[in-house]
């Protein structure tokens, strides 16, 4: 049979009603013991009857609906999971998530969802897209690569107090949605607090909507001490030139302090 022998199957676009008739994730795991790489968009998912599949590496879950129960009822039946992509996932408040084997995990949260904890011993890769406020909690020894991106900074600073101290992390992006500078001011996020919470990082790079937001909560006649920069050997920053003389200070501050940068990269304009 096809299915003892795919390796990969991706399933998106029907109607929420179709799916659930077919009660597709049990059918999936009946007949597709070999599966290594799911891609399911646009589903009810359903646990009932589902079968473990130790064989699967990679799970992309988009515009689905779930529930915390459900969500960790099916990460328990794909204990070796590598690769896990969770975007626009409904119904979710304070999901857990425990894998052992995950290195590379990309969680996107756009609706009321509380919190979210991450328990990886072995993740590498993390990008986390928080568009509402959640509580975020990391566990994850081996982090390495963080991408942060929020639908605005201005809670940034909780969610990094939130955050253990991380000397792991050595690459970081910063991203912000927000793309009005003059609402920034509300930002209560700072490079000070970036390189305490990852004092290692030796690649960053800033878009353009948090470098804005990270101007707007800069205090010109008390320039913050960025003892965490004294690592940091490669920036790229995307400006918004609202400022310009502050905006040119800042990087002319930032530089300064950066010792051990050898390559810099600061363009104008971007939206990204």
């Not at 590379?104 to 928080?130: A, G, K, M, Y």
């Not at 509580?135 to 929020?150: G, Q, T």
């Not at 909507?209 to 940091?232: F, H, M, Q, T, Y």
Request: charged share 15%; net charge positive; hydrophobic share 40%.
């Amino acid at each position: 049979m096809v299915s003892q022998t795919l390796k990969s199957l991706s399933l998106s676009g029907l109607p929420f009603p179709s799916l659930r008739q077919l009660n597709i994730l049990p059918l999936i795991s009946k007949y597709c013991h070999n599966l290594a790489e799911l891609n399911l968009g646009y589903a009810w998912l359903s646990v009932y009857n589902l079968n473990p599949m130790p064989m699967l590496t990679s799970l992309t879950l988009s515009s689905t609906i779930s529930q915390d129960q459900r969500l960790n009822q099916l990460i328990k039946c794909f204990p070796n999971l590598q690769v896990l992509e969770l975007v626009a996932v409904d119904g979710l408040k304070d999901p857990k998530i425990h894998l052992l084997h995950l290195q590379t995990c990309h969680w996107s949260v756009d609706n009321n969802q509380l919190s979210l904890t991450l328990i990886t011993p072995n993740l590498i890769t993390l990008r986390i897209e928080c568009f509402c406020y959640t509580a975020i909690h990391v566990e994850a020894p081996m982090l390495s690569h963080f991408h942060l991106s929020l639908s605005t900074l201005k809670h940034a600073g909780f969610l990094l107090s939130e955050f253990q101290t991380t000397k792991t992390v050595e690459t970081l992006i910063l991203d912000s949605r927000n793309k009005a500078p003059r609402d920034a001011r509300y930002s209560k996020l700072n490079l000070g607090k970036v390189f305490r919470v990852f004092p290692n990082v030796s690649s960053l790079r800033v878009n353009s909507g948090a470098w804005s937001e990270l101007e707007a909560c800069l205090n010109p006649e008390g320039w913050e001490i960025l003892d965490g920069s004294k690592g940091l050997k490669t920036i790229c920053a995307y400006l918004m030139l609202v400022d310009p003389s502050l905006t040119f200070s800042y990087v002319a501050r930032l530089l300064d302090q950066c010792v051990r940068l050898v390559s810099g990269l600061v363009a104008y304009p971007q939206w990204c």
